[in-house]
């Protein structure tokens, strides 16, 4: 793998910006920040979130313009601000992190759309549609169903279509806003793979991500962002995780594995014995007792998502038996699980975890309206008022005020109002499907802080992961599913994240 | 044969069927060229109307005020006509000229200010249909030009009954034809009509890829105008008077026969093939009544059953692919079991 940039000869620089300041109604997002990308160099923008990532990316697109004093030069041209249409002219291509597809439209016609709408044409030519898809999809290695819906697809294929749709076009310049949350590891590869090609044709790639291995392997040169001023442009091969998260967040962290302090002893929260659903898993037998976090990893599309989903009543399983604090449950309603103490943090938390138009205070006590009523049957506006705040300040949630919109709040924020929302029905078996994705580090790390203080006060947390490391260091203990089955069992103490890591390449083979 | 199933409009064509072999086994009349002419004459209007509801619907919006639109289209023509002179063809452009206008204010207003299409239109078509009412004082008019009567006599194909009385494809179904062919070709074969689609689909991606939201939106909606217009003419041509009240309160069976054939009130789908099919259902429906003699008050109660149950079954297979993904459950290898790692 080529790491640094002593295989790569630096030519011009394809794009060069200085003085970019940029200032939001009292927020100052950017302080004087310089940034170049050559061509053919693979940079990576690292940065927890609200350090100013994501303004910078969308002054290079063209999306947002530079407060004045800025100069942006791209080859011989140089521009005070850049318009979106300039940097299409240039080759400037975004994979936004929201994909930005079109679900009602085919796989063909999201891939090729670009071409479609640019130019003079007036007419389609489903020909040439079918050709350029066929050809970015080639690119990448895949082969999607042209004809399917964009809506139809998985996560993962559809993040493959939005990057297939940037390499159709003259692109010169890739930006990648998150390109691999939802891809397997041989995705990612693939991905990899193509990047590198692109590379050698001269094409810069721009990287954000939020696993830092990533960038490691691939990156010529990292620029950090903290707090909206650069503190650094580094070679990649001059740097190493933990002195990038020094950089991005200012402290170091150390991940304390879990450990469990009371025996596993009484009545299990949770004991599936043969739980199975057609065609999602099969023979599934789990126990999970009181104060224990249990992690769940393996490829995507495992059955993991699917078994967390029965588990809360929202895919009834076919055969098999589940008791939840010794009781007997049938697993058929969302209300039931609700009722028997289970509380579920969704994989896709902008979807199915949060109101995002509404308020951060109406978000969070959606769970517990039924015990906040007044003697009239109406609601007691007091009382949740003060469950509101309680949780703010528990959870150290960020927050202007209790009365705005959830989507105003970065990642981390609106996944701590997920977890207060759930924590507020102080449930006893609490699973969370991937609850860090596309969360920075710091906010990462104090997001398991929070899993694994429920877990000691004897809550029962099943934690659903991509990562093995989010798993191994904060659980007792990992199971491993492939293939709709639990395969293997590892415990945490006695394991590393290369254990496990070929135990699932083995399977998975 | 798998993907014509799959498709909404194969359903629809499937009830139709239903419907024609029972009405046909109570009246034998309803299979007949003379009632099919008849059927397609008769709803060319509703059918117009549905291209432009249509379009508006596919690119995210709704309409409300279209009927509105075109009853102003319709009376100020025939106004004009009648005071100025003119001819058919001048009739079509005035209405067609009106029509725009009235729809680009729509799309105008709901691009600009950003308010809910549905209140706009709302807004709009009491404010267009409340000026008509006031300027006309509810005025009927029953002295037609002449070439609205001669117009709407042209048969594009002629064909004769047992007793010798002529009957064939009436030149409005012929117009309303026309009008659908080059609407499917607009939105499958255009820059424009695949814009239609992304917008609808997700505008916030459509101006990423650089589509000029602003204008399709203006389009639509004066496309809706368009249709609406020519609808309008087309009612005069068929009923051969003006009532500045006759077509308002028909905008939802519109929208509900477009919607049967598949579009989403959610934007980004439908088809022109699939609108066709539901104003031809609900047109059968109500021309099948009328033939089983099932008194007309039964008529509405008859078309939310229709709507429902055409509706409801296509969506609920929707749902039913949605829930439940596929895993291939079965192990490559004899399962390994591995009791605490190395």
């Known amino acids: 793998m080529v790491s640094g940039d002593s295989s790569i000869t630096m030519q011009s620089s394809f794009l060069s910006m200085q003085q970019i300041n940029k200032r939001y109604t009292g927020v100052q997002a950017l302080f004087d920040v310089d940034f170049d990308i050559q061509a053919g160099e693979i940079h990576c923008l690292a940065g927890t979130n609200g350090s100013g990532k994501s303004t910078l990316i969308k002054i290079i697109c063209g999306v947002e313009r530079a407060d004045a004093g800025a100069t942006i030069t791209i080859g011989d041209s140089v521009y005070t601000q850049l318009s979106r249409k300039d940097a299409l002219q240039h080759g400037i291509q975004v994979i936004y992190q929201d994909l930005s597809l079109f679900p009602n439209l085919t796989v063909q016609e999201n891939i090729s759309i670009g071409d479609t709408m640019s130019g003079s044409k007036r007419f389609i030519s489903w020909k040439q549609s079918r050709t350029i898809a066929i050809q970015a999809m080639e690119q990448i290695g895949i082969a999607l169903p042209l004809d399917k819906k964009v809506a139809h697809l998985s996560m993962a294929d559809q993040q493959l279509v939005a990057i297939s749709r940037a390499l159709t076009k003259d692109v010169r310049l890739l930006i990648m806003d998150e390109p691999t949350t939802a891809l397997t590891k041989k995705e990612v590869d693939a991905l990899l793979s193509v990047i590198k090609d692109l590379n050698k044709k001269g094409v810069a790639t721009l990287f954000i991500s939020h696993k830092l291995n990533e960038l490691m392997t691939v990156a010529n040169r990292i620029t950090v962002l903290r707090d909206g001023k650069k503190i650094g442009c580094y070679q990649a091969s001059d740097i190493d995780a933990k002195k990038l998260e020094y950089l991005m967040t200012g402290t170091t962290s150390s991940y304390t594995p879990y450990t469990l302090n009371k025996e596993r002893a009484g009545t299990p929260v949770l004991c599936c014995t043969k739980l199975s659903k057609k065609d999602n898993f099969h023979d599934i037998d789990l126990t999970v007792y009181p104060g224990e976090i249990v992690g769940i990893t393996g490829l995507l599309g495992s059955g993991r998502t699917e078994l967390a989903h029965s588990l809360f009543g929202l895919n009834p399983p076919t055969s098999g038996t589940c008791t939840i604090n010794g009781e007997p449950v049938a697993l058929k309603s969302v209300q039931e699980a609700v009722s028997m103490g289970v509380a579920c943090v969704p994989e896709n938390r902008l979807s199915d975890g949060l109101v995002l138009d509404q308020s951060i205070s109406k978000n969070i006590v959606m769970t517990i309206l039924d015990n906040h009523l007044s003697s009239l049957g109406l609601l007691d506006d007091e009382g949740l008022h003060e469950k509101v705040l309680e949780y703010v300040e528990a959870l150290q949630i960020k927050i202007s005020s209790p009365s705005s919109a959830v989507k105003t709040l970065s990642g981390g924020n609106q996944q701590r109002v997920v977890l207060a929302k759930w924590i507020a029905t102080n449930p006893t078996l609490f699973i969370l499907d991937n609850p860090t994705v596309g969360i920075d580090v710091a906010a990462k790390s104090s997001i398991h802080s929070i899993i694994k203080a429920l877990a000691e006060e004897g809550m029962a947390v099943l934690i659903i992961s991509d990562e093995i490391a989010e798993v191994l260091y904060n659980c007792n203990r990992v199971l491993v599913m492939n293939r709709g089955r639990i395969i293997g069992e590892f415990d945490s103490s006695s394991t590393t994240e290369n254990d496990i890591q070929a135990f699932i390449d083995f399977h998975a083979m | ?342």
Not at chain 2, 50 to 59: D, P, T, Y
Not at chain 2, 138 to 159: C, E, M
Not at chain 2, 224 to 233: D, L, R
């Open chain 2, 1 to 342: 044969m798998k993907r014509l199933l799959a498709r909404h409009e194969t359903y629809i064509f499937g009830i139709i069927v239903v419907f024609s072999i029972i009405i046909t086994a109570i009246n034998p009349n309803f299979l007949t060229l003379e009632n099919a002419f008849d059927i397609l004459k008769s709803n060319a209007f509703t059918g117009i109307m549905a291209i432009g509801v249509l379009f508006v619907l596919i690119s995210g919006g709704i309409d409300i005020s279209f009927a509105a639109t075109a009853t102003i289209a319709e009376y100020l023509t025939v106004l004009i006509c009648l005071r100025v002179g003119g001819s058919m063809l001048f009739a079509f452009f005035s209405a067609l000229v009106i029509g725009i206008i009235l729809g680009a204010v729509n799309g105008y207003l709901i691009d600009r200010f950003a308010v809910p299409p549905i209140i706009t239109t709302i807004a709009t078509m009491n404010l267009y249909y409340g000026l008509l009412i006031v300027f006309s004082k509810g005025r009927w008019i029953y002295a037609l030009p002449q070439y609205f009567r001669t117009f709407a006599d042209i048969r594009v194909i002629t064909l004769y009954t047992a007793e010798g009385l002529p009957y064939g494809l009436s030149i409005v179904t012929a117009l309303w034809f026309v009008l659908m062919v080059l609407s499917a070709g607009l939105l499958f074969y255009t820059r424009l009509g695949r814009s239609i689609y992304a917008v609808g689909g997700d505008a916030i991606s459509a101006k990423r890829v650089g589509v000029s939201v602003k204008m399709v939106r203006i389009f639509v909606y004066a496309f809706m105008g368009a249709m609406a217009s020519v609808a309008g003419i087309v009612q005069a041509l068929l009923v051969q008077a003006v009532a500045p009240n006759s077509i308002v309160g028909k905008e939802l069976n519109v929208i509900a026969a477009v919607v049967l054939g598949g579009a989403s009130l959610a934007g980004g789908v439908g088809t022109v093939s699939g609108m066709f099919l539901g104003v031809m259902l609900l047109a059968i429906v109500q021309n099948g009544m009328t033939l089983m003699r099932v008194p007309a008050v039964w008529y509405d109660v008859f078309v939310g059953l229709v709507i429902l149950f055409s509706v409801g079954s296509s969506s609920w297979k929707v749902k039913k692919e949605k829930v439940g993904t596929f895993i291939d459950i079965e192990p490559l290898s004899p399962p390994m079991v591995q009791e605490g790692g190395r």
